[in-house]
């Protein structure tokens, strides 16, 4: 449905309507009919009207809240929403001709068992879809996962070097051969700032928040031996991902992983005063950061954390001729930091084209640009620092708005990127 929605020459907006219109519609009308037709019967047989009917309601009101609970917190981390939806469909289709026997309600189970079994997800009656397993399903493919937050699968290209995916945007590479490649250019202007703050023969202590395939922090373990390093992943299955299919072994790394949300991992390491050289934020749901990472509240925890001389670092995706999420989180995070400047990995254009940017925080010391962009260079011959002149693009696109828990629709400011897929 949604293939069918997206092959339609409309709007973004639209397309989500049309496409959720085509999954859910007749299935929620149907569903949905069942509560008057209970109803129905049941007052055919008593006299109390308003007892039976508020009754009705009120179980089916019990029925949804448990049924809510359970599946956020146990269906869904033990079975996975695909097999959730294949038991729903034929636990259906069981109660259909349990209630209504009759030959075309065995025709129509029939269908209905064949095609869930041709669509299930395997295997069907193991119930072990959450666990890491091998699978065969396309070439290359050494690993997927469906995990409480997403779809994980692990491939191999003919070079050897692994590749992530979480649902459909490519997470991470990581190359058994060269633990310090750095596949994203956006990675390597990260590394270039950082070589600008780190002074030979200092350790330094790092934040990193969202794991992935784990490539940046076996970096920094490897650039910088006598380092701390921090990752922050809500996802355990990322983790185990990266551990049974990209070869990362957090003890021989060197890598301290956190499982759970970076705005509390970072609270709790305001609460307990600990402080750190850089803070990088690599936590992407799809192409945007999750709202409540970008907010005014959030910045200032981050900063809470740093060093005086520290640096926070981030990762936006946006299109900068747009600009909207990326000005509103440069606005947000220029109210918290006293420096704050943005690194592309290609000077940006007037076209509607997605780039991946850098946005850099301090508050202590104001960061030498020129030797920034020369270390920036170095690692990426396209990399650009944004003009004043370009902020002040951003700022005007974004109508300056500063992000904070109250008000952050991030997903409205990226709207654009949709399109360009």
């Known amino acids: 449905a949604f293939d069918v929605a997206t ?24 569903l949905g009919a069942i509560s008057p037709i209970v109803a129905s019967i049941a007052l055919r047989q008593t006299a109390h009207i308003g007892g039976t009917v508020g009754g009705l309601y009120a179980w089916g009101s019990i029925g949804a809240i448990v049924g809510t609970l359970a599946t956020g ?11 959730i939806v294949f038991m729903v469909s034929i636990t259906l289709g069981l109660l259909g001709l349990v209630i209504a026997p009759s030959i075309r309600s065995v025709v129509a189970m029939g269908l209905l068992l064949g095609v869930s079994l041709s669509t299930a997800p395997t295997p069907v009656f193991g119930l072990s879809v959450a666990p890491p397993r091998e699978v065969t399903e396309r070439p290359g493919q050494v690993y997927a996962v469906e995990s409480p937050y997403q779809t994980i699968t692990i491939s191999r290209d003919g070079s050897g070097r692994l590749e992530m995916m979480q649902d459909d945007l490519i997470h991470g590479y990581f190359d058994p051969n060269n633990p310090e490649h750095l596949e994203y250019a956006y990675l390597r202007l990260t590394a270039a700032v950082i070589d600008v703050i780190v002074h030979p023969g200092r350790s330094l202590e790092s934040l990193l928040l969202g794991g992935g395939a784990y490539t940046f922090p076996r970096y920094l373990a490897s650039r910088y031996p006598t380092s701390r390093v921090v990752v922050s992943e809500i996802d355990e299955a990322v983790t185990r991902a990266s551990e049974v299919a990209m070869f990362f072994d957090r003890d021989d790394a060197g890598v301290d992983v956190i499982h759970a949300d970076a705005r509390i991992t970072v609270r709790d390491f305001a609460r307990a005063s600990e402080r750190f050289d850089v803070i990088f934020s690599d936590a992407f749901r799809d192409v945007a950061v999750p709202h409540h990472l970008t907010t005014q509240e959030f910045m200032r925890s981050v900063a809470s954390v740093l060093h005086p001389d520290g640096v926070f670092v981030a990762n936006v995706i946006d299109v900068y001729a747009d600009g909207r999420f990326l000005g509103a989180y440069v606005n947000t995070l220029q109210t918290v930091f006293d420096d704050v400047f943005v690194l592309a990995t290609s000077r940006p254009t007037a076209a509607l084209v997605r780039n991946t940017f850098v946005v850099v925080g301090s508050n202590g010391a104001v960061l030498d640009r020129t030797s920034v962009l020369d270390a920036a260079t170095a690692r990426v011959r396209s990399a650009h620092m944004l003009s004043t002149a370009e902020m002040d693009h951003l700022s005007e696109r974004s109508g300056s708005i500063v992000l904070t828990d109250d008000y952050a629709p991030v997903d409205s400011l990226i709207s654009v990127i949709p399109h360009l897929r």
Request: glycine share 6%; aromatic share 14%.
């Open 7 to 30: 092959a339609m020459d409309v709007s973004w907006p639209l397309r989500i309507l049309v496409g959720v219109t085509m999954t859910f519609f007749v299935p929620s009308v149907t």
């Open 73 to 83: 917190f146990w269906l869904i981390p033990t079975l996975g929403t695909s097999l």
